[in-house]
């Protein structure tokens, strides 16, 4: 498997078609699996539906306003927000039927997030908590926070896209500096008149305080190499390593 640490953000538009990019290269079949994982730029990720929405204008400019980049992408709900406290982890791998085992992998790699999560020993769970923004039925959440044991919070959301001969999948799991994210997306729903509950939205410092990105990517790497060796495509390896 083919590792793309993108060690910095092209922008939002740029780096969301970079992704698409990858996978129109898979689906020709000419590139083995690549995990490209990246700090992105403070973007606010809109869906088809919130484009659609009468107040989407006011949304959008919501989004400028705070300083982050509005983008309509192809996969994925309502309005996710992230910065470079957030970690974005792209899969995309060659299928030949890439339809077959679309919720498979839903269920995979949200569980891959939670144990990499857990080898820092913050507890994490697969599934929606109530209110959630860009609410999604494998979102990763934490039962609670250190400040309150009580209130679970959305740490990362999941999208994939299908086409002919292969598939994307989208993780963005938030570790740093949730507050901003809160910020622009309490302005972002309201102007959509959405509703939805701005203290599920947090971050895996918030549970495990001085949590790092850095931390959060050797896990995650740790992981995916499990991954890796399992489905039989070797080490994860990274442009020049081979």
């Known amino acids: 498997m083919k590792l793309i640490r993108q060690r910095e953000s092209l922008g939002a538009e740029q780096d969301y078609r970079r992704a698409l990019a990858i996978l129109d290269a898979a689906r020709g079949g000419v590139t083995e699996p690549v995990l490209r994982v990246y700090q992105p730029r403070?973007?606010?990720a809109f869906g088809r539906r919130d484009e659609l929405n009468p107040g989407f204008a006011h949304a959008r400019q919501a989004a400028v306003d705070a300083a982050f980049t509005p983008l309509v992408r192809r996969v994925g709900g309502r309005a996710a927000a992230y910065h470079g406290g957030c970690l974005v982890i792209d899969h995309v791998e060659p299928d030949p039927d890439p339809k077959t085992g679309i919720q498979d992998r839903y269920r995979l790699f949200g569980?891959?997030?939670?144990?990499?999560?857990?080898?820092?020993?913050?507890p994490a769970q697969v599934g929606e908590i109530p209110g959630e923004y860009c609410a999604g039925e494998y979102s990763v959440h934490a039962p609670g926070t250190a400040e309150d044991p009580r209130r679970p919070v959305k740490l990362a959301g999941t999208a994939q896209r299908v086409v002919a001969g292969a598939w994307y999948f989208s993780t963005v799991l938030v570790v740093e500096e949730a507050e901003p994210l809160r910020a622009v997306l309490e302005d972002v729903y309201a102007a959509l008149d959405v509703p939805w509950e701005p203290s599920t939205a947090g971050c895996v410092a918030d549970v495990r305080p001085g949590?790092?990105?850095?931390e959060v990517e050797e896990a995650l790497l740790d992981v995916y190499g499990r991954y890796s060796a399992y489905m039989g495509y070797g080490r994860v390896v990274g442009d020049g390593e081979r």
């Open 111 to 122: 569980d891959m997030v939670v144990a990499a999560l857990e080898e820092l020993e913050v």
């Open 42 to 44: 403070p973007t606010v």
């Open 211 to 214: 949590t790092t990105v850095a």
